[in-house]
């Protein structure tokens, strides 16, 4: 059975309440969650096995999902090229005969 100080030290951040913990002996990579979607993008985004890893709530049980989001990482629209004609409008250069007279920078007091 774990201690309250063992809690403490597996949840040192209150606002991140789920903790997993994966990799090898020598390279165990530990992080903390605020919510269970930002667990679940992460686990998408790196493509990590429940079963690989070891994960923890502080209360013990899973949170319950307070929100919902707009998007999944996978819904994101593809940027647009930079590069298609279609889409680059040229300027047409004006010119303004006024401004194309010499003068004199400084004005005579």
């Given at each position: 059975?774990?201690t309250?100080?063992?809690?403490?030290?597996?949840?040192?951040?209150?606002?991140?309440?789920?903790?997993?913990?994966?990799?090898?002996?020598?390279?165990?990579?530990?992080?903390?969650?605020?919510?269970?979607?930002?667990?679940?993008?992460?686990?998408?985004?790196?493509?990590?096995d429940?079963?690989?890893?070891?994960?923890?709530?502080?209360?013990?049980?899973?949170?319950?999902?307070?929100?919902?989001h707009?998007?999944?990482?996978?819904?994101?629209?593809?940027?647009?090229?930079?590069?298609?004609?279609?889409?680059?409008?040229?300027?047409?250069p004006?010119?303004?005969?006024?401004?194309?007279t010499?003068?004199?920078?400084?004005?005579?007091k």
């Amino acid at each position: 059975m774990k201690t309250s100080q063992d809690r403490v030290d597996l949840f040192p951040y209150e606002t991140f309440p789920i903790r997993i913990e994966f990799g090898e002996k020598k390279n165990i990579t530990i992080c903390h969650f605020q919510c269970q979607e930002h667990l679940d993008k992460y686990l998408e985004r790196y493509k990590l096995d429940k079963r690989t890893i070891k994960l923890d709530y502080r209360d013990g049980e899973p949170v319950v999902r307070s929100k919902k989001h707009k998007r999944s990482v996978e819904q994101k629209p593809e940027p647009k090229s930079k590069g298609s004609p279609g889409s680059i409008r040229k300027r047409k250069p004006r010119v303004d005969s006024t401004r194309n007279t010499t003068r004199n920078s400084k004005s005579k007091k």
